[in-house]
């Protein structure tokens, strides 16, 4: 059953084929170029590789404007070049999983251009007409100051279609059976390839009733199930991670209350929450946040991420709350995007300083769920505001001082390599990193390393501990008649704490660092008293007392020690 659910344990590594590394030197990242780093990636320790849009495309979405779903594109590479990516992928055991954005496709796919054609064609079902200009045209944007409508005209087809997003990307209408059908087979073709699962872009729009005269968007849950039965069909341990950025009582809605739904959800809300705690040393909105999600079937996941392609959403805030993280992550317009987030990189975003980036990643990877890694945060990589909207944070992997970070050899790479200030690839390179053993990348190695040695975090049910001070978080897991807890320190200033394991009798008496050496014995009132350096962080496995006494270096005393994992 364990290795069934392979998701609940692993550590997900997500990455654009077209800007992690070029072989033939054209200036475009390809999937030979990938296969040469597939050790790199081996080495990180990495479970799972997440592919964004790779199939062809016009390119005007970063490929989420989607031409030919059956394809590579040519700038990529060919199928044959997918195939042994997977199975180098497969030699490693490395598992991928690929977008499948399939609420919209490209204005260029030929499904779309025969929808335009001709009004009595096969396809034109597919996507979502109306002959005159609907009323809520001006609503429902999902990039507002951007886009202007979700609806537009198109002179072939004489009619309006309808866009959620951008007025390139016509929406498919996924009521249709035969587009639900287009989707299964999709998801059999990339299966047959070598894939075990898929993100699902956007999936509330998705499964959402469209047209002229829906004024409020009905959800269709049922077709969660119906890709779900697919998946299972055809290879059983197959996976769908959702992207749904809702409420936290419209959760179980995608799980499925039977566990019959997504596998996998992204926890957009606990996320924004992290951020607010990030930038203002209060943990109490993050475990209440925490507490709101918790609700899920045995076999579900959440996926934890600190930052992702696109931008730092915060629309699920106060407007306090939101200022706040404005104030000390975004203050600059410029670093804002959609009216509701930010658009920057985690490194510049705290500063690049390494004490909060630590523990960002100690948060993120010990909080309920499986962490998700943004290609690049490894090794602290920042952005560059000059490039328009998200591409900011989506600039080439740096991988030497080499021209270009050696992500090309291309006098001009599709999109430039940030090569100027504190994050230019001088500095900031994964050649560097790699010989140097205090170096972001080597302590990303060994946090990733020890995640996978704590499965309890991504099966067991957890506990928030309470104490006093708001600035210090701490959460114990139980399974299996084992523990685990972790205390963070948010603030900028050291503290000094008390607290209890809350187990009973001798359970929670000794904490083993996991990281280094500074164990805990609780003194006689069952009190543990550690002292946590600014933005600290500890990782304990509860250890019985039969362990403790076969342990020569614990005297029975809180002793500080080294705080990075080595």
Not at 27 to 52: E, S
Request: with cysteine; charged share 25%; proline share 6%.
């Amino acid at each position: 059953m364990i290795d069934d659910l392979w998701y609940k344990n692993g550590v997900i590594y997500c990455l654009s084929v077209g800007s992690y590394m070029d072989a033939n030197g054209d200036g475009v990242g390809d999937f030979k170029g990938l296969l040469r780093r597939l050790d790199y990636l081996h080495g990180l320790g990495i479970t799972t590789i997440w592919l964004m849009p790779f199939q062809t495309s016009p390119g005007r979405d970063d490929g989420y404007d989607i031409a030919d779903y059956y394809s590579v594109d040519a700038r990529y590479g060919t199928l044959g070049d997918f195939v042994e990516f997977a199975h180098g992928c497969k030699q490693r055991g490395i598992r991928i999983i690929i977008d499948l954005v399939v609420n919209h496709t490209s204005d260029q796919h030929h499904w779309f251009k025969e929808a335009r054609r001709d009004r009595t064609s096969p396809y034109r079902d597919w996507y979502v007409w109306s002959d005159k200009k609907p009323a809520n045209a001006d609503k429902g944007m999902v990039f507002p100051g951007v886009q202007k409508s979700t609806w537009t005209r198109d002179k072939e087809a004489g009619a309006y279609y309808f866009h959620r997003f951008y007025d390139f990307q016509p929406d498919l209408n996924t009521s249709n059976p035969h587009v639900q059908a287009e989707i299964l087979k999709i998801m059999g073709f990339w299966i047959q390839l070598g894939v075990s699962g898929f993100r699902m872009d956007a999936v509330p729009f998705v499964i959402a009733t469209k047209g002229a005269k829906v004024k409020k968007p009905v959800e269709q849950y049922d077709m969660l199930r119906a890709f779900r039965e697919f998946l299972q069909w055809r290879q059983g341990d197959a996976i769908i991670l959702a992207e749904a950025n809702v409420l936290p009582k419209t959760d179980m809605e995608y799980f499925g209350r039977d566990a019959d739904r997504m596998h996998m959800m992204f926890n957009f809300h606990v996320n924004q929450h992290l951020f607010y705690a990030l930038a203002s040393a209060d943990s109490r909105p993050l475990a209440k946040a925490l507490k709101a999600t918790k609700p899920r079937p045995a076999t579900a996941q959440w996926g934890l991420f600190l930052r992702n392609h696109d931008e730092l959403d915060l629309g699920r805030l106060t407007k306090a709350q939101r200022d706040s993280v404005f104030r000390n992550f975004g203050p600059d317009k410029d670093m804002q995007l959609y009216d509701r987030g930010i658009r920057r990189r985690l490194a510049p975003m705290l500063g690049g300083d390494r004490r909060r980036l630590e523990l960002a990643y100690s948060l993120m990877c010990t909080l309920p769920g499986t962490p998700v890694i943004r290609y690049g945060d490894e090794i602290a990589m920042g952005d560059d505001l000059s490039l328009p909207e998200r591409n900011c944070a989506r600039t080439p992997m740096q991988w030497s001082t080499e021209p270009h970070g050696g992500f090309t050899k291309s006098n001009k790479p599709a999109c430039p390599v940030i090569d100027k200030g504190p994050y230019g690839y001088p500095h900031v390179n994964v050649a560097k990193q790699r010989r140097d053993p205090n170096s972001m990348l080597n302590w990303t190695e060994r946090i990733v390393r020890m995640r996978k040695e704590v499965p309890e975090i991504g099966w067991g049910d957890f506990t928030i501990i309470p104490v006093r001070d708001p600035a210090v978080f701490i959460m114990r897991y139980d399974w299996r008649n084992n523990s685990v807890l972790f205390v963070h320190n948010l603030d900028e200033k050291p503290r000094e704490i008390a607290f209890s394991a809350g187990l009973p009798d001798e359970a929670g008496a000794h904490l083993i660092n996991l990281l280094a050496e500074d164990h805990s014995h609780a003194d006689k009132r069952g009190q543990h008293r550690i002292v946590l350096e600014p933005y600290g962080y500890r990782w304990y496995r509860v250890g019985g007392l039969d362990y403790l006494l076969k342990r020569s270096d614990i005297d029975g005393d809180t002793v500080r020690g080294k705080k990075h994992p080595g």
